[in-house]
């Protein structure tokens, strides 16, 4: 019974393109067969989505003794199984019989505007704006709040819910090949939901599918549909009253966008309302969080103040990871009306499914738990000057202790904290709370079989590979993310996955075929569009070697400092003579740990949101990426040779000498002579390969740090901060153009995480106009003796 529901999983898994179509190149007959990607194939996976030991080891707990895997479903494979009944006319419209027996929960709206407009935060705002009178009654009260009537009013209809069903069923089937849902933690959620629980889904935000996924997945598998935040801003009336029906909360249509809306405090409070009002109902709510702006953490910020409050007793979070082969825009016409919905859905008719979906819902976590129990420490941030200033300026040897303060991640106008108010305890474990929501859902997310190319081309051969070496390579990262605990998302052999891979990814590939090669040969198109959708499809095998990546780096920059200082390095040549050298290479330096650490700490500080655990300190992540450099054999602990045994030493010294004391802070790891610690470079033939392969993914957030240095002495006077990040973003785009090369280092994102970064560093000071936000130089940056050193800190840090 068990061998049946392993191969039926492994069934649901094979790609779907290879299902309809196997490959005929010319290099499959290189590839041995037996080979084949060691995943989803076996009774063991890794075991993804558990919740944070340290913040909330009570909702570990729970979920002790429940471990054991129960595969996963795909959604688009509805069949007759599902349904009740049998036979041919079943198997015909088993789709419409499975929507009909979904089960879906009432949505109550009998009375929630009047509620919300009777609440105390909102009256306390009419009256601060002058807009209505203290004693007015609540009709004045709803004229003042009338554009939000219809988002508060915003309900589920189960009619309307399970046509939407089938038509995103049918939709879906023409754009993925399947849509798999890992069970693991579907049972816990079931659990919540008859306990009620009031249960939060949070993901990164990737595409405007994700606001469609979350909702189906739980719809088809008896789950209570949650209210869904759309990020989008809609325009059409009639898109806006269906999806306002079946749970979907939109932007106000006057609103121009989202970061405008966030600073609204009407809305604010209005929403903070609707909130409370929901959670009350026992509704569950869906929020995407922007990784890069923080945007949508209004949400969370919402709920933690209504906990702290007592409005609600606790909620629990439930973070979401999605995973794509191939990621759709993210964009969206604000002019969408039913004819151009029409037209997109007569459009699946002819288009291919191509590329697989993974979503992998973690296991449910207390937030009062979280805040409350005081293991998620923010009294340890600063702010990035105070961390790096002082290393960059005046070349200070240790670094200050802390972890960077990211208060950009909520609006400053945030009622629950005021912009005066830097070291607010409150704003700060709500930003807590986001980050750690981030990479919890960046950490569950699968690794997809594009990743795995669109890593290895960008990283390792940007300037090409052959299709047997690529499969060669394709099979060592996936062993090493294996080693990692990281989940995948697709199954085969290894010829059958790196073809799938190619066709999702050939229109940002070059690859040449000629009657002379055994097998084509591959390169990333030198354009922009190509190089950001590399980039975005690697980024999770980035969070996978974050640890090993900042390691790398570190060692690159102390490689860097003793070649600028004159001390040579052998290259062993093994017989080779000329200008070209063969072998591995052989550096005479000895790195010491101490002063390795110490460079790991400081890139830490320069990494975007999402990258390292918030509940971890940067200190102790930066001698973890040394460790893993141990671990991966990049790096060689150093023995140094002792005249007398080190345990006679520090007995001699009365380290080793047993004391009574109960002091917490105690450790038998305390008598170890950190400085005495020290690495060389190990001397495998694959450890300058991996090393630079390491360094190529930060290389663009920090080659796009050093060109936006480079690129303040262009931008004249202060200017709005939509205006300055367009010109540093045209800076970028021409610096990459001239140098035809590291596209990825231009785009929009890397423009906007460039500009905030500086920001925190007090590169850039924000003005606050009536206007808007104004950014310009500070003083102490326009001596471009400073703005040198600053280049000179970041591009340290960069192998090439």
Sequence with gaps: MVQEEHDRINRDMVLPSVQQKRPTMSWEMKIKKKLSVPVL????????????????????????????????????????????????????????????????????????????????????????????????????????????????????????????????????ASMFGSIQVNLNHLSALHRATQEGSLLVYVHVRQSIVDCALIPLMLFCHNLRVPYTVCPFQINSASLRSVLQKVGVILLPPSAASEQEVEMDNLHLLVMTSLVRELLHEGQAISVGVSAQSGQGGQWLAHIRQLIKEGSVPDVSLVPVGI???????????????????????????????????????????????????????????????????????????????????????????????????????????????????????NSCMAVMSTSLVSSLLLYRHRKGVSTSVLCRDMAWLTEELLFRNKDFGFGGSLVEVVHHSLSLLAPHLIIAAAPSRADPFIVPRPTLAAACHLSFQAQTVTHSF?????????????????????????????????????????????????????????????????????????????????????????????????????????????????????????????????????YKISQPSQCPEMLFFLCSMLAGHLRALCWTTIGLDLIDAPLAEAEFVAQIHSHLRGTANKKKQHYESC??????????????????????????????????????????????????YLYN
């Design 41 to 172: 194939i076996g009774k063991f996976r890794p075991g993804v989505g558990q919740c944070c030991q340290q913040c909330t080891p009570d909702s570990v707990r729970k979920k002790l003794g429940q471990n054991s895997f129960l595969g996963f479903n795909n959604l688009l494979n509805v069949n007759e199984t599902q349904t009740r009944y049998r036979g041919w006319l079943v198997r015909r419209v088993c789709c419409v019989l499975f929507v009909m027996g979904r089960k879906v929960y009432g949505s109550p709206v009998s009375n929630r505007s009047e509620r919300v407009c009777q609440s105390n935060r909102v009256k306390e705002v009419l009256a601060a704006e002058h807009k209505a009178p203290e004693e007015g009654d609540g009709q004045g009260q709803l004229d003042r709040l009338s554009p939000f009537l219809p988002l508060i009013n915003t309900c589920i209809s189960s009619g309307l819910l399970r046509l939407l069903g089938w038509v995103m069923l049918k939709m879906f």
């Design 323 to 441: 995973s794509y082969d191939c990621v759709s825009e993210t964009n969206i016409q604000v002019d969408v009306g039913f004819r151009s919905v029409l037209k997109f859905l007569c459009s699946l008719l002819w288009r291919r499914p191509s590329g697989i979906v993974r979503i992998h819902i973690t296991q449910p976590f207390s937030l009062k738990e979280m805040c409350e129990s005081g293991r998620c420490r923010v009294d340890e941030w600063l702010p990035l000057q105070d961390l790096l200033l002082p290393v960059i300026l005046n070349n200070r040897a240790k670094t200050v202790f802390g972890q960077r303060k990211m208060s950009w991640l909520l609006p400053s106008s945030h009622h629950m904290a005021k912009p005066e108010e830097p070291n607010n305890p409150e704003r700060n474990l709500n930003i807590a709370i986001i980050l750690h929501l981030i990479f919890s859902a």
């Design 546 to 678: 974050i640890l090993e990546a900042v390691g790398a780096c570190a060692v690159s920059a102390m490689l860097c400092e003793v070649a600028f200082s004159g001390v040579s390095s052998r290259v062993r040549s093994d017989g080779v003579e000329g200008d070209e050298v063969k072998g591995d290479m052989e550096f005479d330096v000895v790195l010491c740990q101490s002063e390795l650490t110490e460079r790991a700490l400081q890139l830490c500080h320069l990494l975007p949101p999402g990258f390292m655990p918030p509940c971890q300190s940067s200190q102790s992540f930066a001698l973890d990426a040394v460790h893993s450099l141990v671990r991966c054999g990049i790096l060689i602990m150093e023995e140094i040779p002792r005249d007398t045994p080190l345990c006679d030493f520090l007995k001699r010294e009365g380290t080793l000498t047993w004391t009574a004391t109960d002091e917490p802070n105690h450790s038998d790891s305390d008598c170890e002579d950190q400085e005495l610690r020290s």
């Design 747 to 796: 785009s929009e994102e890397a423009a906007h995480t460039a500009v905030r970064t500086l920001i925190d560093l007090g590169v850039l000071s924000e003005q606050c106009r009536e206007e808007g936000v104004f950014l310009g130089v500070t003083p102490l940056f326009q001596l471009s003796e400073n703005r040198q050193k600053l280049h000179h800190f970041i591009s340290q």
